[in-house]
T-cell receptor, first 112, second 115 residues
């Protein structure tokens, strides 16, 4: 059973701080990793994807992947109250079915 | 505007009454899928389709059917809904599913209540 684990939170950070969200996965063969943001009552929105070890930056967001340790993280710099949402980690393994496995999400609260 | 459109957004129905939730995308995506989202359980895939006439089961297919007769449409059918199918449902689509983004676009969601 493939598992993707996230701390449910809530993670509370002050405005302007760095928010660090973590995700671990059980299938060592996983190769594609995705972060989605979901506001309450809304649909998930893809914000980052990463395939290679290391860091990938996009604006205030940085995804970090460490396949040896089987974790992927999302850093949000200069956090804003509008970043308050649930962040979902998703993992896909190549071959066979194309079913991505989602974590249950981490709730982030950015307070002014 | 690129989008995935689901209908209806909200639905209350009774046990056993067949219903269909429609999903349509205007991006010419090959890959489409259906999820349900339940508190504490996260997003779970019901069915997915890699192209027209090609569908396959996800993690929780029991009680659901799908069809993919056209590239843009991927309806979800509940032949005999039961209360345990009360959930928030999302349709999603993606242009690339190998080496590219997973479900890059989600529909607005359908909140289904079965009484």
């Amino acid at each position: 059973q493939k598992e993707v684990e996230q701390n449910s939170g809530p993670l509370s950070v002050p405005e302007g701080a760095i928010a660090s969200l973590n995700c671990t996965y059980s299938d060592r063969g996983s190769q594609s990793f995705f972060w989605y943001r979901q506001y309450s009552g809304k649909s998930p929105e893809l914000i980052m994807f990463i395939y290679s070890n290391g860091d990938k930056e996009d604006g205030r967001f940085t995804a970090q992947l460490n396949k040896a340790s089987q974790y992927v993280s999302l850093l949000i710099r200069d956090s804003q109250p509008s970043d308050s949402a649930t962040y979902l980690c998703a993992v896909k393994t190549p071959g066979g079915s194309y079913i991505p496995t989602f974590g249950r999400g981490t709730s982030l609260i950015v307070h002014p | 505007e690129a989008q995935v459109t689901q209908n209806p957004r909200y639905l209350i129905t009774v046990t056993g009454k067949k219903l269909t939730v429609t999903c349509s995308q205007n991006m010419n995506h090959e890959y489409m899928s259906w999820y349900r989202q339940d508190p504490g359980l996260g997003l779970r895939q019901i069915y997915y389709s890699m192209n027209v006439e090609v569908t396959d089961k996800g993690d929780v297919p029991e009680g659901y059917k799908v069809s993919r007769k056209e590239k843009r449409n991927f309806p979800l059918i509940l032949e005999s809904p039961s209360p345990n199918q009360t959930s928030l449902y999302f349709c999603a689509s993606s242009l690339s599913f190998l080496g590219g983004p997973t479900e890059a676009f989600f529909g607005q969601g359908t909140r289904l209540t079965v009484v």
